[in-house]
């Protein structure tokens, strides 16, 4: 029995409806990875798993990283549950998980416990889509490209009151190059663009700078882009492969509590 999906925006973003219990079974799972795949955003309006069974969930789609308590990573702003808190001042920028590593993750499930009363709102946009809407005279002069990502370059635009120690511990830090346009197995090809990219290979910095904003603002027009209000419960899986993402800022101390579980990548960036 296939489940029932609704399409949320043109090119990105599909609601499917299905009980919990379906969900953990498993036997649903070769169906969503293929419209996540596809849509590269599945969404479970108010689906109210415990951590638990979201873990349990995610296994059923993938194998799942080791990040946080018990594989739940919980994101929110308030240093005293979250040593990392400043760096996710960075999700407020466009950007894709894992930049700096070799092997990007596959996916994440995001569950909303607690919300904001002002911001927090969730935007998704399709880079497989965004790639193959360019015109052919881009995809030429994209092909081939290198882009180097670091750590430094978005929390710099996070954090302007930065420190000299803040750089040191963010020089750190990976740093890697990655093809623009990433060819990925299944043959479709998406950009790898986002707040983490500092510039193109062989490029004059201004000319560099031109083309990655240039792409970027393509890759989140209007018709590449869904855009999340969130209630309790919601979970969201997106295709950390082929989508960026960015959330509206909030305040520190709005108590805004989200949980994270991330599936391990399957594919090199090359």
Do not use: C
Request: zero cysteines; a negative charge.
């Amino acid at each position: 029995m296939m489940l029932e999906t609704i399409d949320l925006a043109p090119r990105i973003g599909t609601e499917i409806r299905a009980d919990a219990a379906a969900l953990l079974s498993g036997e649903h799972a070769a169906q969503i990875r293929e419209v996540l795949g596809g849509r590269g955003l599945v969404l479970f309006r108010e689906l109210n798993l415990d951590d638990r069974q979201q873990v349990a969930f995610a296994r059923t789609l993938g194998d799942v990283m080791n990040q946080g308590e018990d594989h739940i990573y919980k994101v929110t702003l308030d240093k005293t549950v979250t040593k990392t808190a400043e760096y996710l001042l960075g999700t407020f920028f466009w950007h894709i998980d894992g930049t700096t590593d070799a092997i990007p993750s596959r996916a994440s499930l995001l569950s909303a416990r607690r919300l904001s009363e002002t911001g927090g709102r969730t935007e998704w946009a399709n880079t497989y889509a965004a790639y193959e809407d360019l015109p052919q005279g881009e995809k030429d002069t994209v092909a081939g490209l290198r882009v180097v990502h670091s750590a430094e370059t978005i929390e710099r635009a996070a954090r302007p009151d930065f420190t000299e120690e803040d750089v040191a511990d963010w020089r750190t830090r990976p740093v890697r190059s990655h093809p623009l346009v990433w060819t990925h197995a299944s043959g479709r090809k998406s950009l790898v663009l986002g707040a983490t990219a500092s510039h193109v290979e062989g490029f004059e910095p201004d000319e560099s700078r031109a083309l990655l904003d240039h792409l970027l603002e393509r890759a989140t027009q209007a018709q590449y882009v869904y855009q999340h209000e969130w209630h309790v419960g919601d979970l969201v899986i997106w295709d950390n492969t082929g989508t960026m993402h960015r959330v509206d800022p909030y305040s520190a101390d709005s108590g805004r509590m989200m949980h994270r579980t991330t599936l391990v990548g399957e594919e090199p960036l090359a």
